[in-house]
């Protein structure tokens, strides 16, 4: 059984930054894998970015060199470093780790970017 907590959403202005934080427990062996999504009103959920410990993290097309996804692996703990954020950027985001077949999905944390 695997639970996943996020935190660090919040209101931002354009422009601005936020880190989001997922931290994981119960029976975790890596963070390999582990990502973030987002889903916005009226929209279907997108996966925004996937964590590799060996350096090969994937990003959406729409976050690349704006969004870092990291991971702390004494902490259980997968970040997303979110800068230059735009209104588009708004969305509930989820953390997402899939194990032994079964889907794992966080509680969500809203975003709001907005002046």
């Known amino acids: 059984q695997v639970q996943l907590v996020e935190s660090g959403g919040g209101l931002v202005q354009p422009g601005g930054s936020l880190r989001l934080s997922c931290a994981a427990s119960?029976?975790?062996?890596?963070?390999?894998?582990m990502s973030w999504y987002r889903q916005a009103p009226g929209r279907e959920r997108e996966r925004v970015a996937e964590?590799?410990?060996?350096?090969?993290?994937m990003y959406a097309d729409s976050v690349k060199g704006r969004f870092t996804i990291s991971g702390d692996n004494t902490k259980s703990t997968v970040y997303l470093q979110m800068n230059s954020l735009k209104s588009e950027d708004t969305a509930v985001y989820y953390c997402?780790?899939?194990?032994?077949?079964?889907?794992?999905w966080g509680q969500g944390t809203q975003v709001t970017v907005s002046s």
């Open positions: 119960g029976s975790i062996f890596s963070l390999d894998g």
């Open positions: 964590f590799s410990n060996g350096g090969y993290s």
């Open positions: 997402y780790y899939r194990m032994w077949m079964r889907d794992y």
